[in-house]
């Protein structure tokens, strides 16, 4: 691992600094307010090349590793959590799986639509009884002649409404079974398939999320990604990367709501001083700081092996698991020195407080992580 400053990295973190001055900056409460998920951002963000920044260049990416795709994610996040996390559920979770487990055919059919957000991708294992117990899906694909016939429902699904394609697993086997999960590509149009309920939701409220419904949708044969059975295999693999995403999300989140805290805490004064001078203030600030510096070294850890392909299992989930953790943390920590002003929305670290909450929850919590990572210590 290299810790000097990487020139690429440079020029992409001040690209995705000035994208989120221009584009973003300007609307972040309007669109939290209204919960409006700004379509037309998106499709901005896919000129720039940052809806498909591991997707190669042969299928219309960027062509980047994990290294320059978590800088990206940071960024936005320092600025407008929301929109991080729907650039993060495209990219590594809808996008990612056709790359990684599409036949050639599938990846020249749907990455580059996904790679330049022509098209906004979704994704779908979460249903309404089943959140980590994923083995005991309801919705089921069966086999009729040539086609495959899907029925049930997925819930808490980034952008089930706007998105103009999903990878959903379905379960192919019986409940609990081994290898009873596969996984397909569902184009929106498709009769049958529709969307449900919009969540109304603590934060992250520019990030759309949704039910998806399936009722007697029929798909060929040619939308199934790899092979019955190896559904849930191929999540877990997925959900690997994913983790990295959710970090980098807390990244930014804690980095946009210390940045906030210490501006305020250098200007504000009482008793003749500025209130950062105050050890009980300047001793969250360096609590801070540390927390954030400790949760980007496990991030970076943790791109350099998938960049890698090495096993990154644990420091996947050791990344998503302290990163989330500390990004609540801080961002509470943040509201505390603004005090009565960080309570309401004049300011920004209300915002990232509400925010902070998914990433312990979204993509595995942080139980789930710990489950993760005392499964593999002893199998070491």
Same mark, same amino acid.
């Given at each position: 691992?290299?810790?000097?400053?990487?020139?690429?990295?440079?020029?992409?973190?001040?690209?995705?600094?000035?994208?989120?001055?221009?584009?973003?900056?300007?609307?972040?409460?309007?669109?939290?307010?209204?919960?409006?998920?700004? %379509?037309?951002?998106?499709?901005?963000?896919?000129?720039?090349?940052?809806?498909?920044?591991? %997707?190669?260049?042969?299928?219309?990416?960027?062509?980047?590793?994990?290294?320059?795709?978590?800088?990206?994610?940071?960024?936005?996040?320092?600025?407008?959590?929301?929109?991080?996390?729907?650039?993060?559920?495209?990219?590594?979770? =809808?996008?990612?799986?056709?790359? +990684?487990?599409?036949?050639?055919?599938?990846?020249?059919?749907?990455?580059?639509?996904?790679?330049?957000?022509?098209?906004?991708?979704?994704?779908?294992?979460?249903?309404?009884?089943?959140?980590? $117990?994923?083995?005991?899906?309801?919705?089921?694909?069966?086999? $009729?002649?040539?086609?495959?016939?899907?029925?049930?429902?997925?819930?808490?699904? !980034?952008?089930?409404?706007?998105?103009? %394609? /999903?990878?959903?697993? !379905?379960?192919?086997?019986?409940?609990? /079974?081994?290898?009873?999960?596969?996984?397909?590509?569902? +184009?929106?149009?498709?009769?049958?398939?529709?969307?449900?309920?919009?969540?109304?939701?603590?934060?992250?409220?520019?990030?759309?999320?949704? +039910?998806?419904?399936?009722?007697?949708?029929?798909?060929?044969?040619?939308?199934?990604?790899?092979?019955?059975?190896?559904?849930?295999?191929?999540?877990?693999?997925?959900?690997d990367g994913g983790r990295i995403s959710i970090a980098a999300l807390s990244l930014g989140i804690a980095?946009? /709501?210390?940045?906030?805290?210490?501006?305020? /805490?250098?200007?504000?004064?009482?008793?003749?001083?500025?209130?950062?001078?105050?050890?009980?203030?300047?001793?969250?600030?360096?609590?801070?700081? !540390?927390?954030?510096?400790?949760?980007?070294?496990?991030?970076?850890?943790?791109?350099?092996?998938?960049?890698?392909?090495?096993?990154?299992?644990?420091?996947?989930?050791?990344?998503?698991?302290?990163?989330? +953790?500390? =990004?609540?943390?801080?961002?509470?920590?943040?509201?505390?020195?603004?005090?009565?002003?960080?309570?309401?929305?004049?300011?920004?670290?209300?915002?990232?407080?509400?925010?902070?909450?998914?990433?312990?929850?979204?993509?595995?919590? !942080?139980?789930?992580?710990?489950?993760?990572?005392?499964?593999?210590?002893?199998? $070491?």
């Amino acid at each position: 691992m290299n810790f000097l400053e990487n020139e690429n990295l440079t020029l992409i973190a001040q690209s995705a600094q000035d994208f989120a001055k221009q584009y973003i900056q300007p609307n972040i409460m309007e669109w939290d307010e209204a919960q409006t998920f700004p %379509v037309e951002v998106f499709k901005e963000l896919g000129k720039m090349g940052f809806m498909g920044v591991l %997707v190669p260049e042969q299928y219309g990416g960027s062509g980047l590793s994990y290294e320059e795709y978590v800088t990206i994610v940071d960024e936005i996040s320092q600025v407008d959590p929301s929109i991080g996390l729907s650039v993060a559920a495209h990219n590594s979770l =809808c996008t990612n799986h056709i790359l +990684e487990f599409g036949n050639e055919e599938q990846k020249q059919r749907w990455l580059p639509k996904l790679a330049t957000a022509e098209w906004i991708g979704a994704w779908g294992l979460t249903e309404h009884n089943t959140g980590s $117990d994923a083995g005991g899906m309801s919705t089921t694909a069966v086999k $009729d002649g040539d086609e495959w016939v899907i029925n049930g429902a997925k819930n808490f699904i !980034t952008h089930a409404i706007s998105g103009d %394609v /999903a990878v959903i697993m !379905t379960r192919t086997g019986e409940k609990g /079974a081994k290898n009873n999960t596969t996984a397909f590509v569902i +184009e929106k149009g498709t009769p049958g398939f529709t969307s449900g309920k919009k969540e109304n939701k603590l934060g992250m409220r520019a990030s759309e999320t949704a +039910e998806l419904i399936f009722d007697n949708v029929r798909l060929s044969d040619a939308n199934r990604l790899g092979n019955v059975g190896d559904g849930f295999k191929q999540a877990l693999k997925v959900l690997d990367g994913g983790r990295i995403s959710i970090a980098a999300l807390s990244l930014g989140i804690a980095k946009g /709501a210390y940045k906030a805290a210490l501006k305020y /805490a250098q200007e504000r004064h009482q008793f003749g001083t500025a209130i950062a001078n105050f050890q009980a203030i300047n001793f969250k600030l360096a609590e801070m700081v !540390t927390e954030i510096e400790a949760s980007e070294l496990l991030i970076r850890k943790a791109s350099y092996l998938k960049n890698n392909k090495k096993p990154m299992s644990t420091e996947g989930a050791m990344a998503k698991y302290y990163a989330s +953790e500390a =990004c609540v943390k801080i961002s509470n920590d943040a509201v505390q020195i603004f005090g009565g002003y960080g309570y309401t929305k004049d300011f920004p670290v209300e915002k990232f407080y509400r925010d902070s909450k998914l990433c312990t929850i979204g993509e595995g919590t !942080t139980e789930i992580q710990k489950l993760v990572i005392g499964r593999n210590i002893l199998k $070491d």
